[in-house]
């Protein structure tokens, strides 16, 4: 009995439709990023574990998918190793390379090697899958897509600015409402300074963050829990109760704050992009989130967030502000900012609002029924005709029944149908139908593609 035939866990075939809608958001995204002047690049899906190993922190580590070298790869490897089942020592003696993680440590290596071909500040965007050898759930895979952008080379806060017009349009034109939630590493630095638990800042973010759904004596009880000192917890009371809009957010944090140099340059950069934003037309919420606290190891200034307000889902976009990603691979001091959209959670959203139009599964656009012989040499000229005019176009291979083509037509989301039988041919016209309507008219060829460009 043949094998039964499956895919690993966390990965996943796309069907046709699924591949429409999928190239629907990727040319979204990717005639937004071309708008604002980014250019497209590509890394190789496996690099080098030296170039992965250590960029994201020992967790990561553990989630690399690395590659087994080829040829006899144990013959280098003693009885004594192998019999130590040391999988950390063994693995980095059997592979050399592996599957990316990310798209941001590729990218750091890329501006290093090829630093004398690019010109600074370099703006780029990247849209490829990668790999995580993680616990599939919903809306987390193993295999998946990034599409990044960034502007590498440049301190200046137009390009946050930037990233926040980019994040709005690209959500407009996918029809999504979603809130951006912003935050400056540099002010969180600032509150861990200001009450001496710069370790904690993680357990103290995540606590804040529960607010809503706990209240103000439930988030002090769990900082309690967290072994953060009591004086501590009253300096943070202003914090964990700010209200109101962005800018009187700023100006109590600006009070609370104070004697931090780093948070008050935090605020300084928060306060300047909310005024760039005053300047241009963004449609989506903007919100500064204290409780935002991503990649704290990572980024350096800004943190942006995004999340769908009508659809139950984690963040769909992020990114931030980091001053030494390309340090790592020994040319330091160069800062960027940049973000990441989900495509998979972005089409898990967008399926479950139901908000896929028509165009995102649009294939081909007119099948031509074949009757025969006769009628394939009638409907080949035709066919070529319609092709050349930019209507994707095909006819039936076989000339079966009319009810298995039709069959064919709407299973396939085909649109309209030309059929052409004995007195379509005497007429030298054509009979359009519309499969949605069910309405049909006999055209020439010309009127038939003149209604397609309507």
Not at 165 to 189: A, G, H, P, W, Y
Not at 193 to 217: F, P, R, S
């Amino acid at each position: 009995m043949a094998q039964k035939p499956s895919i690993p866990k966390g990965t996943r075939d796309f069907t046709p439709t699924e591949m429409n809608r999928r190239n629907y958001i990727f040319d979204t995204i990717k005639a937004v990023f071309r708008k604002y002047g980014y250019s497209p690049i590509e890394t190789p899906a496996m690099e080098n574990l030296s170039t992965l190993l250590g960029k994201y922190g020992e967790e990561g580590d553990k989630l690399l998918f690395k590659i087994l070298n080829s040829g006899d790869y144990l013959s280098k490897i003693s009885d004594e190793e192998l019999a130590g089942k040391d999988s950390n020592q063994l693995s980095t003696r059997i592979s050399e390379k592996g599957l990316r993680y990310d798209l941001t440590v590729p990218f750091a290596r890329f501006v290093v090697q090829h630093r004398n071909q690019l010109t600074f500040p370099f703006k780029r965007f990247q849209i490829q899958n990668v790999w995580r050898a993680d616990r599939p759930q919903k809306g987390r895979y193993r295999e998946f897509f990034q599409c990044d952008v960034d502007v590498i080379g440049s301190n200046s806060l137009l390009n946050e600015l930037e990233l926040v017009q980019i994040i709005d349009e690209v959500f407009s034109l996918l029809s999504l409402k979603v809130v951006t939630k912003i935050n400056n590493r540099k002010i969180l630095s600032g509150i861990a300074e200001i009450i001496g638990q710069a370790e904690k800042i993680v357990d103290i973010t995540v606590a804040i963050d529960k607010l809503e759904k706990i209240g103000l004596e439930g988030v002090n009880k769990e900082l309690t829990e967290k072994e953060i000192p009591k004086e501590a917890i009253d300096k943070l009371q202003p914090i964990i109760k700010l209200a109101g809009n962005n800018t009187e957010k700023l100006a109590t944090l600006k009070e609370v704050i104070a004697d931090s140099e780093i948070g008050l340059k935090g605020i300084a950069e928060m306060e300047q992009i909310f005024k760039y934003l005053q300047q241009v037309d963004v449609a989506c919420e903007v919100e500064l989130d204290l409780t935002l606290a991503r990649g704290l190891n990572y980024y350096t200034g800004a943190i942006f967030e995004v999340k769908s307000k009508d659809a139950e889902m984690g963040s769909i976009c992020g990114g931030g502000r980091y001053d030494d990603l390309t340090g790592i691979f020994g040319m330091p001091d160069v800062s960027g900012v940049g973000i990441s959209f989900g495509a998979d959670r972005i089409y898990d959203v967008i399926e479950q609002l139901k908000l896929f139009p028509e165009k995102a599964i649009a294939g081909t656009q007119l099948l031509f029924v074949n009757f025969g012989e006769k009628e394939e040499a009638y409907c080949l000229p035709l066919l070529e005709k319609v092709r050349k005019a930019g209507i994707s176009s095909e006819i039936y291979p076989d000339s079966a029944k009319m009810k298995k083509q039709m069959g064919y037509a709407d299973s396939n989301h085909i649109p309209f149908v030309a059929i052409a039988g004995a007195s379509e041919m005497e007429a030298g016209k054509i009979t359009l139908k519309n499969m949605e309507s069910g309405e049909q008219e006999m055209v020439v060829v010309e009127e038939m593609i003149e209604k397609f460009s309507r």
